[in-house]
């Protein structure tokens, strides 16, 4: 929603190595963040971006670039358990803050 | 990270009749707060934006005489789902904001309009 655009399905071995994309619109932005949702539950936070790099958290790490209005999540050493949908929202600069999700990515994770 | 309750996390409804979800943050004063719907498989969808003591900020789309927002104080915000109908029938979730870097998410109410 709201041009915030992230593949809809992906499916990785346990083990491996995926990357979830996120591009967004540019103007107004003030902050990348993402997070992990299972089914029926609310989301949980992972990570947060406001300057280009890459953050490191473990096994997830954030990347944002900001002139390309682009991020993505890494999650190494994927476990079943990582199995759920992966949000990426951008925050507005506006006066609230207010969080914009994208559609999320739904991530099956297979033995 | 910061503690934010929602109750209920399950109510069935009514048609016709208004339903009440409360969002409190329980260790910190929420200036703001933000109220989400989720349909079956698709994406958080802002509803309302709401900061203590002041009127809430719809999004386009939204009917402001239906889901009446109230920010009454620095840790409790409610939204009422006035008149349900089935197709109100979703997942709520709010999430509380102090004005730092994130903001924490309730554990979601699943409304069941009948």
């Known amino acids: 929603g709201q041009n915030i655009d992230q593949p809809t399905e992906m499916t990785a071995t346990e083990g491996a190595i995926v990357q979830i994309n996120c591009t967004y619109q540019?103007?107004?932005?003030?902050?990348l963040f993402w997070y992990q949702q299972h089914a029926g539950e609310a989301p949980t936070f992972l990570s947060y971006?406001?300057?280009?790099g890459l953050e490191e958290k473990g096994r997830f790490s954030s990347f944002l670039s900001r002139s390309k209005g682009y991020s993505y999540l890494l999650l190494k050493e994927l476990q079943m358990k990582d199995s759920a949908s992966y949000l990426c929202?951008?925050?507005?600069?506006?006066?609230?803050?207010?969080?914009?999700f994208g559609a999320g990515t739904r991530l099956a994770v297979h033995p | 990270g910061a503690v934010v309750s929602q109750h209920p996390s399950r109510v069935i409804c009514k048609s016709g009749t208004s339903v009440k979800i409360e969002c409190r943050s329980l260790?910190?004063?929420?200036?703001?707060m933000f109220w989400y719907r989720q349909f079956p498989k698709q994406s958080l969808m802002l509803m309302a934006t709401?900061?203590?003591?002041?009127?809430?900020?719809?999004e386009q789309g939204v009917e402001k005489d239906k889901f009446l927002i109230n920010h009454a104080s620095l840790t409790l915000s409610t939204l009422t789902v006035t008149s349900a109908h089935p197709e109100d029938s979703s997942f709520y979730i709010c999430?509380?904001?102090?004005?730092?870097?994130?903001?924490?998410f309730g554990q979601g109410t699943r409304l069941t309009v009948v």
């Open positions: 260790d910190f004063q929420a200036t703001t």
């Open positions: 929202a951008r925050r507005d600069s506006g006066g609230y803050n207010k969080l914009i």
């Open positions: 709401s900061n203590e003591g002041s009127k809430a900020t719809y």
């Open positions: 999430s509380a904001s102090d004005g730092r870097t994130e903001a924490f």
């Open positions: 540019t103007s107004g932005f003030n902050g």
């Open positions: 971006n406001v300057l280009d």
